[in-house]
């Protein structure tokens, strides 16, 4: 599980993502909060596209639904922070905690994007901005 915070959203580290994994995963799961705009028929070929399952989260119920629902392929969240300041605390503890039994207990890989500030994901991440790129892999 990496949880990591960019200044606004970068298709580059989705795509680095998605390198790093779908070979080895039949699909692979980004799901991606409001303010957060992309036509992935445009960015990526119509085979690839069909792996990915794209699905918006519309509120933080909806996400922990997901993650307690989908199954172990790799997941991808970016959510910008501007959206999660509406999140009640004990909901963002529950995904967290959702998110690392999913990580550390199924083996699912699972990126956290936090996009602008960390505000509510900042105990998470030590108040640090993290560059373009996926931290830690390569």
């Known amino acids: 599980m990496r949880i990591f915070r960019t200044a606004e959203f970068s298709i580059s580290n989705f795509e680095e993502f998605l390198n790093l994994f779908i070979e080895d995963f039949q ?6 909060s409001d303010g957060i705009m992309l036509d992935f028929r445009k960015i990526f070929p119509e085979a690839m596209l069909q792996r990915i399952m794209v699905q918006r989260i519309l509120t933080c119920y909806q996400l922990q639904k997901i993650l307690m629902d989908s199954g172990e392929n790799p997941h991808y969240i970016s959510a910008t922070s501007s959206v999660m300041e509406s999140w009640p ?3 963002i503890e529950s995904i967290h905690d959702i998110m690392k039994i999913k990580a550390y207990y199924r083996g699912t890989v699972i990126f956290f994007n936090v996009v ?10 030590g108040r640090r901005i993290l560059p373009a790129g996926i931290p830690g892999w390569r």
């Open 27 to 32: 699909n692979v799961h980004f799901l991606m």
């Open 89 to 91: 605390s004990r909901i």
């Open 116 to 125: 602008g500030n960390g505000g509510v994901f900042e105990k998470y991440l």
